[in-house]
């Protein structure tokens, strides 16, 4: 908790700094903060803190936790020109990005399925702004619509599927659904499978899997580079991580029933991602199918899982 309560705090102090016109700190105030935030990281390996069952800052949402703040530390220490270049209302972006990385650390950390939504939207909505943040340019506000559209139509397959999971296990906790996943495994709820498979094909709209891809290299085109960089890096470890923790473990005992579909994905994402980007004119249209062939190969872990997997 205190790693979020860093990041959201000091995403606080650089927005009253920009309005002050502070723009020198700015940076500053920004690099303090996330290595405060790694710091935390490091001294909380092992503990495994719990908060209420909302939370769990395990190992495996520190390694991701700390991966993210690196990734977000090295884009704003290689583009810190870019803003200077590019805006005059820097701290908006320092701000939004910071907000957006809060709510990756509890996408990655989350232990019931509220929270998992609340991280996503929290990341997701500084993202909408973020694609968009050029107001005078009409190719970054299309991306921002795009994003925002699409965005908002995969949140309704997850949330729907929330749903029936909660319908058919009554609690949103990821504990108590894996062990009533191993307790009824042989009467599960009919309600649970179609839960699964909408889960699934939420979490791939955001990882920019395919067939879900399509907003992707609009979006990766029209979005600032700085935030076309971030969403390809960090965003997408976040999903991935929050997409790991469900499948590889809460969802674990019904194995056998989400591989078929997810083998398919993981097919679809790298054919069409490493092909469809052979005949890119666009620079940045070719990374982002390229960033779609990545998400196959974070789905490819999944499939291998078994198990016999340690």
């Known amino acids: 908790m205190n790693i979020i309560i860093t990041i959201a705090v000091t995403a606080l102090v650089v927005l009253y700094a920009g309005l002050f016109n502070a723009k020198k700190a700015l940076l500053p105030i920004t690099i303090i903060g996330l290595l405060t935030s ?3 990281v490091v001294t909380s390996w092992d503990t495994n803190i719990s908060y209420y069952g909302m939370m769990q800052m395990d190992n495996f ?14 884009i704003f ?6 803003f200077a270049a590019h805006s005059e209302n820097i701290a908006e972006y320092f701000t939004l990005i910071l907000f957006s990385l809060s709510g990756i650390i509890i996408m990655i950390s989350y232990q019931n399925m509220s929270m998992l939504f609340i991280g996503l939207e929290i990341m997701s909505v500084s993202l909408y702004i973020l694609a968009g943040i050029r107001k005078g340019d009409f190719a970054s506000n299309e991306a921002s619509l795009k994003y925002f559209l699409m965005g908002a139509f995969s949140t309704g397959f997850l949330l729907f599927g929330i749903t029936l999971v909660y319908g058919a296990t009554g609690t949103f906790d990821l504990l108590k659904i894996n062990e009533y996943l191993i307790g009824h495994y042989s009467d599960i709820s009919p309600l649970f499978y179609p839960g699964v498979i ?11 899997a395919a067939p879900f891809h399509f907003w992707t290299p609009d979006v990766y085109e029209g979005a600032p580079t700085l935030i076309t960089s971030f969403m390809s890096t960090v965003v997408k470890t976040a999903g991935f991580a929050a997409f790991l923790r469900l499948f590889a473990g809460t969802f ?4 056998d029933f989400w591989l078929p579909p997810l083998i398919v994905i993981v097919c679809l994402t790298l054919f069409i991602g490493n092909v469809t980007a052979l005949f890119q004119k666009n620079f940045k249209r070719m990374l982002a199918y390229s960033s779609i062939s990545h998400a196959g190969y974070l789905l490819f872990s ?3 899982l078994s198990a016999n997997s340690s």
């Open 38 to 40: 790694l710091a935390f």
């Open 61 to 74: 949402a520190l390694a991701f936790s700390g991966i993210t703040i690196i990734g977000t530390l090295f």
């Open 77 to 82: 220490l290689l583009t810190q020109n870019y």
């Open 198 to 208: 909408l889960i699934l094909i939420g979490l791939s709209f955001k990882i920019g």
């Open 252 to 255: 674990a005992p019904l194995h």
């Open 302 to 304: 999944l499939v291998t």
